[in-house]
């Protein structure tokens, strides 16, 4: 499996994006998929999760309220719509991709996530 994630650029600040991540190639397991971002200087951190089906969803408390993550089964895409940009939510954005929704790796142990996107890049302007 690929992913690919495109919709990053340059937003002013209390404005939006909506980031998409594309799966290609062998797609027959049931992934979750989520998105995770690195800051220049910082560690690289989890923003949301979706599991499969797609009713299962999870954010970190920055951006709970603002960004929601949604899929396309049919489309083999997830989605990230960012609202309210804030200069700190300003990184590069990886999308990724595991069997496992439930799992420590998502906290814990994202390097272990099976699949990675290359990333995309967002730009938030105060």
């Known amino acids: 499996v690929q992913l690919v994630e495109s919709g990053g650029g340059l937003v002013q600040a209390g404005g939006s994006l909506r980031l998409s991540c594309a799966a290609s190639g062998r797609t027959f397991k049931p992934y979750a998929m989520g998105w995770f971002r690195q800051a220049p200087g910082k560690e690289r951190e989890f923003v949301a999760r979706i599991a499969w089906s797609g009713r299962n969803t999870d954010y970190a408390d920055s951006v709970k309220g603002r960004f929601t993550i949604s899929r396309d089964i049919g489309k083999n895409t997830v989605y990230l719509q960012m609202n309210s940009l804030k200069p700190e939510d300003a990184a590069l954005y990886y999308c990724?991709?595991?069997?496992?929704?439930?799992?420590?790796?998502?906290?814990?142990?994202?390097?272990?996530?099976?699949?990675w996107g290359q990333g995309t890049l967002v730009t938030v302007s105060s």
């Open positions: 990724a991709a595991d069997p496992d929704f439930y799992g420590s790796k998502w906290s814990a142990y994202p390097e272990n996530l099976e699949v």
